[in-house]
């Protein structure tokens, strides 16, 4: 009898470990959606840098288009055979890579942050008669006091991202194509934690996946989150699936 009772006793702790450790906490689940909101907004610029680059004034206007004072860009044009062009040619430009750098703040509902960023893009499949192209490339981000709130109280973070840019195909014409339609957008955001003198890191993966529509996918860990590509640079793009 004692043995069996010690036995029941083990297995119910070893059940209460394993029921902890994958039910996500209350204050992971705020995390997630903390860290989901910092990377769509993140997508949402990734996205608005992505317009059919056919002639020099609508690459500008991409740029001036950016919520952000401090803005640097550098454009490079190659050809079918990844030769440098001088400048954009309309019959032999194949590619356009974009280098830009940004800084500024932000402000969303519920949501303010001091923002760096950085970006490495090409777009590839600009010769002939194309009906789509597609996005490539890596950036960074600094999220310097990230203050986030809501019904559940007050939040603030450091954090720091990289992200990658995957096959990310935007049709065209891009006014008749609005949204990506497929591709998708990786970071790794690594999120400081200060309560007092004691620091604490976190890391989370999320993941962003387009599918034509104007409502991405956004995963962080277990959870589904939804991202309005259309959302204002005031609203919260993101709601929890």
């Known amino acids: 009898m004692r043995t069996r009772l010690l036995g029941t006793i083990a297995l119910g702790l070893a059940a209460a470990g394993c029921s902890n450790s994958l039910a996500p906490t209350a204050a992971d689940q705020e ?3 903390d860290v989901a909101l910092v990377a769509a907004d993140a997508a949402l610029d990734d996205v608005a840098q992505m317009v059919v680059p056919n002639a020099a004034p609508q690459l500008q206007a991409s740029f001036e288009a950016v919520p952000f004072a401090d803005v640097s860009r550098t454009v490079t044009f190659f050809d079918a055979s990844g030769v440098e062009q001088t400048a954009y040619d309309p019959n032999t430009t194949a590619s356009v890579r974009i280098q ?9 509902s ?18 002939g008669q194309e009906t789509s192209r597609t996005w490539n490339g890596t950036g960074t981000g600094t999220i310097m006091r990230s203050s986030h709130t809501d019904g559940t109280g007050s939040r603030t973070y450091d954090m720091s991202s990289s992200a990658t840019i995957t096959d990310v195909v935007v049709g065209v014409p891009r006014s008749q194509n609005p949204w990506p339609l497929s591709g998708s957008i990786t970071r790794s955001i690594t999120v400081t934690i200060t309560r007092g003198d004691r620091t604490e890191t976190r890391t989370r993966t999320v993941t962003i996946t387009f599918n034509g529509t104007q409502f991405a996918t956004l995963t962080v860990g277990d959870e589904t989150f939804e991202v309005d590509l259309a959302a204002r640079a005031v609203d919260r793009p993101t709601r929890r699936r």
Not at 100 to 108: C, E, H, P
Not at 110 to 127: M, P, Y
């Open 110 to 127: 519920g949501w303010t942050a001091s923002i760096t960023r950085t970006r490495d893009i090409t777009v590839s499949g600009l010769e």
């Open 31 to 33: 995390l997630n959606q």
């Open 100 to 108: 830009m750098s940004l800084a500024g703040d932000v402000q969303r």
